[in-house]
Structure formats: C-alpha cells, structure tokens
C-alpha cells in the first residue's frame, strides 16, 4: 500500500474535536519545574552529556516521563504552543523523543500521527515503516537539548523526506535559549546549566569519575 494510499483511507477518529478548539491551560513553569523535582529528573555528579561536553547536573527526562500524568502534561503544554500550526505528524529522536512525542501527538488530537527517529548506519532515518507524506507539517520534539545537534539531524531528515517542519518544542533547553533552529522553539523549562569540554572540565581535573547516564553512546 503506497503512502498516499495510507494517508487518505478512512480512520476512525477517538477524539473528533479539531486542534484548534481544544482548550489546554497553560502550565506554569514552576509547576513543570516541580515535577522535575518530584521525580528526581534532575541529577547532580560528574556526567558525560550527548553531546560530548561535561556537567555536574544532568536532567534526567525518563524520570519524570516514567510517571504517565507527568507526561501526559507536559506533552499537552508543548501541544497547546503549537496549537495553530495544523500539526500533522509529531516526530521525536530515539529515545528521548518517542515518549514525549506520542504525548505531544495525543493532546494535539484529531488525525496527528507519532513517529520517531532512530540512528542506522549513524545517521537518523524513519524505519519501521514510518514515513511521511510530502508537504505534511511536522513538528520536531525532544526531552533534552544542549547542543541542538539531534533535533537539527531530525529536521534534515525531515526535510529531505518532503515533509514541512513547523517547530521544535523541547521539555528542558539547557543552552539557556542560545540554541535555536530554523523554525520556530518552545521549551517548557530554559535552564542555563554550564558545560565544559573535557579539556576544560573541573571534574576532570580533580579525578571525579564520569557518568554517561543517557541511551546514546559517545
């Protein structure tokens, strides 16, 4: 069955009500930040971050998507901020993105699919028999960004798939706002938690054994 053949079968729809008339309520930032808390996301030591740089904290987004009312209203916060952007796909890299984006995808509601983005041969690529649709509007979501760099690998990959990128939504940006993408980004929490290079590291010069506490090798 070819793609278009998929996307335009009949489905039958658990929640009929348009995107655009859903009512969220905004979520205070620090009411997010207490989840955060609550779940002991945020982790202090000597931590070896995905994008190669150090820390002493480290937010620890499968501790606070563990509990499915946290996720669930996280993923409605991101939703309600791009409420009018007629989302048709949600799509989030391994594995930090797969849980926020199905939530991000339920709380937009109507038709909006949730894909995520896996590595194969180091690169990000849709399998599993994901795909989309040219011209479909996608919006990119992830737990945590530093750098930037797999948001921006999935935003190519979008793009060289046809589909539109309509935003990035994030839960923690803890470039403290500097990183930004060539659509428009939302994050629940902006924290401007400091990284070094291993050259540069304290931790490392004191001794301080390191932790690498994410799902992606480095």
């Known amino acids: 069955m070819s793609t278009q053949d998929r996307s335009e079968k009949d489905i039958t729809l ?3 009500v ?14 997010a930040l207490a989840m ?4 002991q996301a945020l982790l202090e030591g000597h931590f070896r971050l ?5 820390s002493n904290q480290y937010m620890q987004c499968a501790q606070v998507l563990q ?3 946290y996720a669930s209203r996280l993923g409605q916060e991101l939703a309600r901020r791009f409420q009018k952007e007629d989302v048709q796909v949600v799509i989030g890299p391994a594995m ?3 849980v926020l984006a199905q939530e991000v995808a339920r709380a937009l509601g109507g038709s909006v699919r949730s894909l995520f983005a896996e590595r194969e041969n180091g690169r990000m690529a849709l399998r599993r028999g994901f795909w989309l649709q040219p011209g479909e509007k996608v919006l990119i979501v ?3 960004i530093t750098t930037g760099g797999s948001v921006q690998e999935v935003l190519e990959l979008v793009g060289q798939l046809g589909g539109k990128p309509v935003g990035v939504g994030v839960l923690v940006d803890r470039s403290g706002g500097k990183v930004q993408f060539p659509v428009r980004k939302e994050a629940v929490l902006t924290l401007d938690i400091i990284a070094y290079t291993e050259e ?6 004191q001794g301080l054994p390191i932790v690498k506490p994410g799902s992606r090798p480095v």
Do not use: M, W
């Open 200 to 205: 540069t590291c304290p931790y490392c010069a």
């Open 67 to 69: 509990y499915p009312a």
């Open 36 to 39: 955060f808390r609550q779940s």
């Open 50 to 54: 995905t994008s190669g740089r150090h």
């Open 18 to 31: 348009p995107p655009e008339n859903r009512l969220i309520e905004p979520l205070p930032e620090e009411k």
């Open 14 to 16: 658990i929640n009929q």
């Open 96 to 98: 930090g993105g797969v």
């Open 142 to 144: 992830e737990d945590v």
